[in-house]
């Protein structure tokens, strides 16, 4: 498992909104599971941009927090096609120039878990590998409509 430190609101539209491309400046050969860490930065300009109040940005949902793993997903797939010119079919999320980190199976942690990030795709704890798990695996078990 793996994990990757995003910014707040954007963080927030991928655990809450609907975001499944994450914008990122590096292609990487890494597929399976991935952690959404919200990072300490927060870009401001973005909390006001109409794309961000349409995927439903409420400062006050818990998982609008920094410095916490607040999703896990699956990378499927990276689209590097806007990279060298070309186009592609990553939707409204995708930003031409950069690499597209396709997420696929979203879920949305209950509450976030304090964590230390780090730029880029970093290797979590084992410890916070088993506490996501653990929250994920009771989430789903209680949840009858899974
Ligand atoms: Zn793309």
């Not at 590096?26 to 961000?52: E, F, N, W």
């Not at 797939?77 to 199976?105: I, K, M, N, Q």
Request: aromatic content about 4%; overall charge neutral; charged content about 15%.
């Amino acid at each position: 498992m793996q994990a990757i430190s995003v910014q707040q609101p954007w963080a927030f539209t991928i655990a809450r909104g609907g975001k499944t491309v994450s914008n990122q400046g590096l292609p990487t050969a890494y597929r399976g599971p991935l952690l959404i860490h919200a990072s300490m930065r927060v870009d401001l300009k973005a909390c006001d941009s109409p794309l961000i109040q349409a995927a439903g940005w409420d400062p006050r949902d818990p998982l609008a927090t920094i410095g916490a793993v607040i999703a896990m997903a699956d990378l499927d797939e990276v689209c590097s096609a806007t990279v060298t010119g070309g186009s592609c079919d990553c939707g409204p999320w995708s930003e031409p120039g950069t690499h597209h980190w396709r997420l696929a199976g979203v879920r949305a942690l209950p509450r976030p878990i304090v964590a230390l990030g780090r730029p880029g795709l970093w290797e979590p704890k084992p410890t916070l590998i088993q506490t996501v798990t653990t929250m994920v695996t009771t989430a789903a078990a209680l949840d009858p409509t899974s």
